[in-house]
């Protein structure tokens, strides 16, 4: 924002209006006192068709002539036209040729010296800072009005022009030193980002056409009620000064309202609510007002309606014109707010007054049928409006790739033809397409309801599919049909899945024509004995051992009802855990046993699976991706069992999960930071997937959201805490010093280090996004798409700084209510601010980042030097920093003379130059030089290929060697290690591939 | 292309030949066919278009004319053909120049929003790595 031409501009526009207002007050008592109150209908006319063609010869004028020369040009116009105006009256100039041109000329210097004060601020400072101009132009309004209404009594209208010409040469002179301060400070909202496109695209011309039937609507309504109540006033009022004093009253006094309003509510107003709410405000009050006014004819609804249109006019319809302009480049932005306001609006209005015109007296003897017809203009003009309203948010989401996508339906859902299509390509010959199609059926459901009739398909594959979707999700109301299916089922492979499917029911049906097929089909056998066991009893422990190398789903299953059986026998839940300890120590029964420890327990082997899913074992996530919602229900009671990193990994896995929404929503609360942040994900990979959400709808989001919010503020108060200290002297008598020396601590007052800094750094921009997905999760919980909110908080947390902020206004019009966070993120933007006599960084971390609290309290001193090392590169940027603290502990320092690797040899390490340089060779290529803070060797941590450069030490280097073990480790925590190793591939394989870029 | 025939074409590309089943059909979950005319254009701004059949000439943005011609795109940059994947590399590194693609027969695509493969990759460290491993291998082929 640049203050000084802001201020400026201020005072510009307050004398601008100040002119405009006195000229017309002026203007219309002349035009009265020569041709009575009764020709005032064409005045409208004539005027709103002056405005309009004023504007467009401005228009044509400045696409041709820089504004900075037209302006100063058209204010001396106006001064010399207002000082000569009482004059041009006495020489015999028509008085209707006056009024129009000095109205006219008037309202295009203003709209001209309102682009001006537009030039000076940019983004939510415009939305702050805009509607307070707006204010300065209504005082400027309210002195002119009330001013002219005493000062025409004593000494006659004829002193008005003679203040208005006065009033332009200040003008005058304010719009000469806010154009030296806009060159001096910057032109903020007259400048486009650079690489922003400078003409109108696909969605501003659409959010143009709309405004512009907004404009015309708005003037339309607009002119009919201004006639009905000249009308009302006519009547009133029957002396010519009288009307006239009464006319600039009451525009005073509606200006004394709107000016309150713009100091005080709109401001607020536009940096909280949506455009769609803001811009539906005046309509709908002018259609409250009227309808009384219809229902309840009189001076007082009139004026209520009149009132209502004049203040929210500005209020609320022309700040909302404003913000929707604010999607367009500065030069089109600046044309179209003068056409917008010059020319479409006034003919609109124009048309208006003159088809009542037409229409003669009749238009206004009938008022409440004239009032009727004006509510459907209305509700006409609050469609567009809404319409303009959605368009703004496409248009400004638009350059930031956001859109709306179309609601995604469930797709796990299908339909028969489907699974019969997907079951013949499960048995395809090709051993990936078989693969595929076995991966689509496990994920896929279909309707229960359908179910029933095909159960004795022609297709024994889809007969077994079938079987096996009721064996995961048993139907009562199919017993019956899967009994019979069943009872004549041929094929072996669907007989099984059948036999299981009413054993997990509790039906005995199968068993004994499975008996007697058994002794012909292993497998029919196995399934037999499985099912005994599950319904009968037996040796259920040995079976579950068995089946959790066979089918860990049905030991899922037969370890349920076996602790339901055995609920009061303590010495069954360790004969239990024995057996599954014995069968997870087996490399093909150790996938089986985490399944069923994690969807049906004992809470007794949760350290075993919680071991597993530390060490990210691919077997232990496979599990967490298929609990169904009672294992996810048991995990859920248990969580607290489960170490963080346990929790991390299962909040990450369940994003691949069709079931675990109780276990999701617990751990959308979770205390540890890392593991709410992944819950959040992965609560928002679900809603965009289009599965089902209802768990979410009931999860305490709203706890989720407050906590990323306290923890993001927290963050920021840690950061204006270090500000303060970076400015404060070590033996200042601060409550910080007087605590530490109370406790007998070394006084703390130094400022963060360069490391710690960096570290609050990105954990506050990793607060922002766990505030986002929040936000997200909750759109998600309302039934609204996320995707656009979690779009946006990528660019809100990764993007360019104009994108940064495009995004936070992207991210008013989307959330729904929770306006504090505008205001966190936009402090989030700001630099901070030193804040003196408050508790240190750490304290105010410590309830939400241990981690982080410990490092800015200086406990990780030590790792401090690596930490800040590993950062330099680009693939560990944005590592979250336990994760990379993990990391640099495990590194190796190495001290380097001579070769560090030659070509051609296998390579285990990558590594990140501590001090001094390494050189790559690569023949034919010079040799590249790699200084500290650069990495080598990258590759061999994801392959095992050949080293492609030989590696030497400039003199002597010292290097971290991050082995293959160890970076798998870590990636395991941060897959954004992964993503960032990724990108540094990319960027060397960019140039030569662009069917990859 | 119902589900299954979408994660069929993903499964041909090479850089997704490493991909899990599962992590294909999630995937192929996000994907939606387009049926590209020839003649009609493309750009990687924020989706990543996987050929499925027929062919687009590609081309950095800015390498050639706004309204360059399908040899010119193709001279300037290369072909796109069944199997390949334009534009995946912005999910990793957003600030890749972007891709201008041109169908220059009937072809059909998959279009995945980067944000939805972005999602997909960071949900399975596994798929992150495997993603990662075959741009190592592209880069050690020289292809």
Request: charged share 20%.
């Amino acid at each position: 924002m640049n203050r000084r031409a802001y201020l400026l501009g201020a005072a510009m526009v307050l004398a601008g209006n100040f002119v405009a207002v006195a000229l017309r007050s002026f203007a219309e008592g002349a035009f009265v006192a020569a041709y009575g109150k009764q020709q005032l209908p064409w005045l409208f006319v004539a005027s709103a068709g002056g405005f309009a063609a004023a504007t467009f010869l401005y228009d044509v004028i400045t696409r041709r002539a820089h504004a900075r020369v037209v302006d100063p040009v058209l204010i001396a116009l106006v001064g010399c036209a207002a000082a000569g105006a009482p004059g041009l009256l006495h020489a015999g100039v028509s008085p209707a040729v006056l009024v129009v041109a000095l109205a006219a000329l008037s309202q295009v210097v203003g709209l001209a010296l309102w682009n001006r004060v537009a030039a000076s601020v940019a983004g939510r400072d415009a939305r702050r800072m805009l509607p307070r101009a707006g204010a300065a132009v209504t005082a400027g309004g309210v002195i002119a009005g009330l001013g002219a209404g005493s000062l025409a009594v004593p000494l006659g209208t004829a002193i008005l022009p003679y203040l208005g010409a006065a009033a332009s040469a200040v003008v005058l002179a304010l719009a000469i030193a806010q154009e030296r301060a806009l060159a001096a400070g910057g032109a903020p909202g007259a400048t486009a980002p650079p690489g922003t496109a400078e003409s109108l695209g696909e969605p501003q011309v659409r959010l143009l056409s709309a405004m512009i039937a907004v404009a015309v609507l708005e003037g339309i309504v607009a002119t009919v009620i201004d006639l009905q109540f000249a009308a009302e006033l006519k009547s009133r009022y029957r002396g010519e000064t009288e009307f006239a004093v009464a006319f600039a009253l009451f525009y005073g006094g509606t200006n004394a309202v709107l000016l309150l309003l713009q100091v005080t509510a709109v401001p607020r107003l536009l940096v909280t609510r949506s455009l769609p709410t803001t811009a539906a405000i005046h309509p709908a009050l002018v259609i409250v007002w009227y309808a009384a006014f219809a229902l309840v004819p009189g001076f007082v609804a009139l004026a209520g309606t009149r009132t209502s249109d004049q203040v929210l006019r500005l209020a609320t319809s022309r700040t909302a014109q404003e913000v929707s302009l604010s999607a367009f480049p500065p030069g089109p932005r600046a044309r179209w707010k003068v056409l917008l306001r010059g020319a479409v609006g006034p003919a609109g209005a124009a048309s208006a007054a003159l088809v009542l015109l037409l229409l003669g007296p009749s238009a206004v003897e009938h008022p409440t049928r004239l009032a009727a017809l004006t509510i459907g203009v209305c509700l006409v003009w609050w469609l567009c409006a809404h319409a303009a309203a959605r368009r703004f948010q496409a248009a400004l989401a638009a350059p930031l790739g956001i859109a709306a996508r179309a609601v995604r339906e469930d797709p796990t859902r299908i339909e028969l033809a489907t699974l019969e299509r997907w079951t013949a390509e499960a048995g395809a010959d090709d051993a990936r397409t078989a693969a595929l199609a076995r991966a689509a059926l496990a994920r896929a459901r279909v309707d229960p309801e359908t179910l029933g009739e095909h159960l004795r398909h022609d297709e024994p594959a889809v007969r077994a599919a079938l079987f096996e979707q009721l064996a995961r999700s048993p139907t009562p109301a199919l017993r019956n049909e899967l009994r019979a299916a069943v009872a004549i089922e041929e094929d072996d492979r669907a007989f099984s899945l059948g036999m299981k499917a009413l054993a997990l029911a509790g039906d005995d049906g199968g068993l004994a024509r499975g008996r007697s097929r058994g002794a012909l089909s292993r497998d029919v056998a196995a399934s037999v004995r499985s099912a005994e066991i599950t319904l009968l009893g037996g040796d259920v422990l040995g079976e579950v051992g068995r089946l959790c190398a066979r089918d860990p789903g049905w030991a899922i299953a037969l370890v349920r009802t076996h602790r339901t059986r055995t609920a009061d026998d303590a010495g069954a839940a360790d004969e239990l855990a024995a057996a599954l300890r014995t069968a997870a120590v087996d490399p093909a029964r150790r996938a089986g046993a985490l399944a069923v420890i994690a969807c049906a327990g004992p809470a007794a082997m949760l350290p075993l699976l919680d071991e597993a899913l530390a060490a990210g074992a691919p077997e232990a996530l496979a599990a967490i991706a298929a609990l169904d919602e009672a294992g996810a229900a048991m995990l859920a009671a248990h969580r607290d069992q489960l170490t963080p990193l346990a929790r991390l990994a299962i909040a990450r896995a369940l994003a691949r999960a069709t079931a675990g929404g109780a276990l999701l929503a617990a751990l959308l609360g979770d205390a540890d930071p890392e593991v709410a942040h992944a819950a959040l994900r992965t609560a928002l990979a679900f809603a965009s997937s289009g599965r089902d959400t209802s768990d979410l709808a009931r999860a305490p989001i709203a706890a989720a959201l407050d906590a990323a919010l306290a923890a993001l503020v927290a963050h920021l108060d840690a950061r204006d805490a270090d500000a303060a200290l970076a400015t404060t002297r070590p033996d200042d008598a601060t409550p910080a010093n007087a605590a530490n020396a109370a406790n007998g601590a070394p006084n703390a007052t130094t400022a963060l280090t360069a490391c710690a800094r960096h570290e609050l750094e990105l954990a506050t921009r990793g607060c922002v996004a766990r505030l986002m997905w929040a936000a997200a999760v909750e759109t998600a919980a309302a039934g609204r798409d996320p995707a656009p909110l979690a779009a946006t908080a990528r660019r809100l947390v990764g993007g360019r700084e104009p994108d940064r902020k495009r995004a936070l206004d992207v991210v008013q019009e989307l959330q729904a209510g929770r306006t504090e966070m505008l205001a966190v993120i936009e402090r989030w933007l700001r630099p901070p601010v030193a804040r003196p006599g408050g508790a240190l960084p750490g304290q105010l971390l410590a309830p939400h980042d241990r981690w982080l609290a410990r490092l800015c309290d200086g406990e990780l001193a030590e790792l401090e030097p690596a930490l800040a090392m590993l950062r330099r590169p680009a693939l560990f940027a944005t590592v979250a920093g336990p994760a990379l603290a993990t990391l640099a502990s495990r590194a190796r320092t190495r001290e380097v003379t001579g070769e560090l690797f030659a070509a051609a040899a296998e390579g285990h390490a990558m590594f990140v130059v501590t001090s001094g340089a390494l050189l790559a060779r690569r023949d034919p290529a010079p040799a590249r030089r790699i200084e500290a803070g650069g990495v080598v060797g990258e590759l061999a941590v994801l392959t095992r290929a050949p080293r492609a450069a030989t590696v030497v030490a400039d003199g002597t280097a010292t290097v971290l060697e991050i082995d293959r073990d160890t970076f798998a480790a870590a990636a395991r925590r941060a897959p954004e290690l992964v993503l960032g190793l990724s990108a540094t591939l990319a960027g060397w394989l960019a140039p030569d591939r662009p069917d990859v870029l | 292309m119902d589900l299954l025939e979408r994660a069929r074409a993903l499964a041909a590309c090479p850089l997704f030949a490493e991909l899990a089943p599962p992590v294909v059909i999630r995937l192929a979950e996000r994907a939606v066919p387009r049926d590209l005319a020839a003649g009609e254009r493309r750009s990687t701004d924020d989706t990543v278009w996987v050929v499925a059949e027929g062919s687009m000439a590609v081309v950095a943005r800015g390498a050639a004319k706004l309204d360059a011609s399908v040899s010119s795109m193709r001279r300037h940059g290369g072909t796109a053909s069944a199997g390949h994947v334009v534009g995946l590399v912005r999910v990793v590194a957003p600030s890749t120049p972007v891709v201008e693609a041109i169908a220059d027969r009937p072809t059909r695509v998959l279009a995945l929003a980067v944000d939805d493969v972005r999602d997909v990759l960071e949900e399975d460290p596994v798929a992150l790595a495997s993603l990662a491993g075959a741009l190592a291998r592209l880069l050690v082929e020289g292809g």
